[in-house]
T-cell receptor
């Protein structure tokens, strides 16, 4: 089955700096890679995702890059703000027509943005 | 829309007791999922369902049961609670065919379960 590794487990940055979180996956058939943000006491919330036919995707201060050959993908947050402090999870799955997407999650990165 | 709702928020069980974690969604999603999240770990899939009457095992199904009698509800049953089932449980749902074929999963707020 799929295995997703995520690094680092904790990341502390100063407000305004950039943060990068990296994930690797094992199953070359995986074709959908979402990133979730989890605030304390809440459920994960999708912040950005990327499909395997795209190398990069941006949404304001957040971007995700995918290297299919190396089987790794990364989350980039620029101009970090205190409200970016949370736990971030990467995930991978095979999305097909008529099938459920069984997400395999990384172990999470606790991001702390300091003033 | 309320999205995905879960009850209860928190529960303490004694070893051997049973309980049902409730999950409901009002987005008319066909697919529903149950995950557990242990401290410092990612979420692991317990069971999932592709529609009413159809369920299947995920990565860690032992000690749990599910049913799906309606599109909206997907309860998770613990029959004989064990300390190893202490965890936070999340329910999620997704449509069968989302925007551009992407089936985004939407998560509920979670149920924190402590088995003593």
């Amino acid at each position: 089955g799929e295995n997703v590794e995520q690094h680092p487990s904790t990341l502390s940055v100063q407000e305004g700096d950039s943060a990068v979180i990296k994930c690797t996956y094992s199953d070359s058939a995986s074709n959908y890679f979402p990133w979730y943000k989890q605030e304390l006491g809440k459920g994960p919330q999708l912040i950005i995702d990327i499909r395997s036919n795209v190398g990069e995707k941006k949404d304001q201060r957040i971007a995700v890059t995918l290297n299919k050959t190396a089987k790794h993908f990364s989350l980039h947050i620029t101009e970090t703000q205190p409200e970016d402090s949370a736990v971030y999870f990467c995930a991978a799955t095979i999305q097909g027509t008529g099938t459920a997407s069984k997400l395999t999650f990384g172990t999470g990165t606790r991001l702390q943005v300091t003033l | 829309n309320a999205g995905v709702t879960q009850t209860p928020k928190f529960r303490i069980l004694k070893i051997g007791q049973s309980m049902t974690l409730q999950c409901a969604q009002d987005m008319n999603h066909n697919y529903m999922y149950w995950y557990r999240q242990d401290p410092g770990m990612g979420l692991k899939l317990i069971y999932y369902s592709v529609g009413a009457g159809i369920t299947d095992k995920g990565e860690v199904p032992n000690g749990y049961n599910v049913s799906r009698s309606t599109t909206e509800d997907f309860p998770l049953r613990l029959e004989l609670a064990a300390p190893s089932q202490t965890s936070v449980y999340f329910c999620a749902s997704s449509s069968r065919s989302g925007l551009a074929g992407v089936k985004t999963q939407y998560f509920g707020p979670g149920t924190r379960l402590l088995v003593l």
